[in-house]
């Protein structure tokens, strides 16, 4: 997925990816990804234990990037029962999976964690306050795979859209999980934000990645 990326942003000529805001980083697969194609800042999210321990051992060791140990959503202190996935935590969502049980029926839900939500923009605030400054200004680019609650995230993430050039996301159509928002809404909420639809291209399991490019980047 994270290859995809950064070949399109190449592909366009654009300027390239210098600092990545990871939100459902899992156990870091796409982290040494980000380091060859040049990335230089990082800050890792993940709401699970177990891959946020792997993913905060793995940042400890290299300069400009954070982990950090949350659940984003579009408001925080929210109580959310998180479902979580037997295929190591991969499609585990705080939307509860509906079609995602007949397609994908090896996949089995049956622990929940209940956690607290905070938002992207209270992460930021909270790194920045915390003497991680020099990690978030470096930040160009917003990197979510949260199994369908992608519309959540960006809700909560208003303010640090602002210094982003790139949105790249797993868009997923159909009804996997409920509350899913569809296409039309997410392009609706980014041109709000002042971005649009770059590349999108759905598999036949109604799985797509998406990339979202901000308007004056490319002259429109």
């Not at 000529?13 to 990335?39: C, H, K, M, T, W």
């Not at 051992?57 to 959503?73: D, E, H, K, Y």
């Not at 929210?78 to 007949?102: A, C, E, Q, R, W």
């Amino acid at each position: 997925m994270a290859d995809n990326l950064f070949q399109m942003i190449k592909g366009m000529n654009l300027p390239a990816s210098r600092g990545i805001l990871q939100v459902g980083a899992s156990y870091g697969q796409e982290l040494q990804q980000f380091l060859d194609n040049g990335v230089t800042h990082g800050v890792l999210i993940e709401p699970l234990p177990d891959p946020f321990a792997s993913i905060s051992s793995m940042c400890r060791q290299i300069p400009g990037f954070v982990a950090v140990n949350a659940l984003c959503s579009d408001y925080s202190n929210k109580s959310y029962t998180f479902h979580v996935s037997s295929n190591g935590g991969m499609s585990s969502s705080i939307l509860p999976p509906k079609d995602h049980l007949k397609i994908f029926d090896y996949v089995k839900f049956n622990e929940t964690v209940n956690l607290k939500s905070t938002t992207v923009d209270e992460v930021i605030t909270f790194l920045e306050i915390n003497g991680h400054e020099a990690v978030t200004k470096e930040l160009d680019t917003l990197y979510m795979d949260v199994q369908g609650a992608e519309y959540k995230v960006l809700l909560g993430s208003s303010r640090t859209l602002n210094q982003m050039n790139y949105v790249y996301m797993e868009l997923i159509r159909g009804n996997l999980y409920e509350g899913m928002q569809s296409l039309a809404n997410y392009c609706s909420l980014f041109e709000l934000h002042g971005f649009t639809l770059n590349n999108l291209n759905f598999n036949a399991f109604h799985h797509a990645d998406a990339l979202f490019v901000k308007r004056a980047l490319i002259g429109l």
